[in-house]
């Protein structure tokens, strides 16, 4: 059984950082297959794609509105999954969660919710201006 569990969030100024982690237990990081993400989403609005990596080979891809300023990364060896965030801006205040897919076949589109099976229970992230 999949489990994803997110920590590091927090309150931050407006040009701070944080970092991100889920700690991910029965998922295969070395599958071929295997895609992590995080997603937010703020009152109001859609979940957002924010970033993603197949965790075999390190291969990222990035929203353009966090491009420059955010990096996804993964240790392989300790099943983990994190997000440096810097130049944090107030529109980036959500709650962020960790996703994974079922690892059966290439990802179509980071950003779309439908692509993953597996959700952690999020993290809130608040950037005060």
């Known amino acids: 059984q999949v489990q994803l569990v997110e920590s590091g969030g927090g309150s931050v100024q407006a040009g701070g950082s944080l970092r991100l982690s889920c700690a991910a237990s029965g998922y295969f990081f070395s599958h071929r297959y295997a895609y992590m993400a995080w997603f937010r989403q703020a009152p109001g609005k859609e979940r957002e794609g924010v970033a993603g990596?197949?965790?075999?080979?390190?291969?990222?891809t990035y929203a353009d509105s966090v491009k420059g300023r955010f990096t996804i990364s993964r240790d392989n060896a300790k099943n983990t999954l994190s997000l440096h965030m810097n130049s944090l801006e107030p529109e980036d205040t959500a709650m962020y969660y960790c996703a994974a897919t079922p690892g059966s076949g290439a990802i179509q589109s980071m950003s779309r919710p439908s692509e993953y099976k597996y959700w952690g229970q999020g993290t809130q992230v608040t950037v005060s201006s």
């Open positions: 990596i197949y965790t075999n080979d390190g291969r990222t």
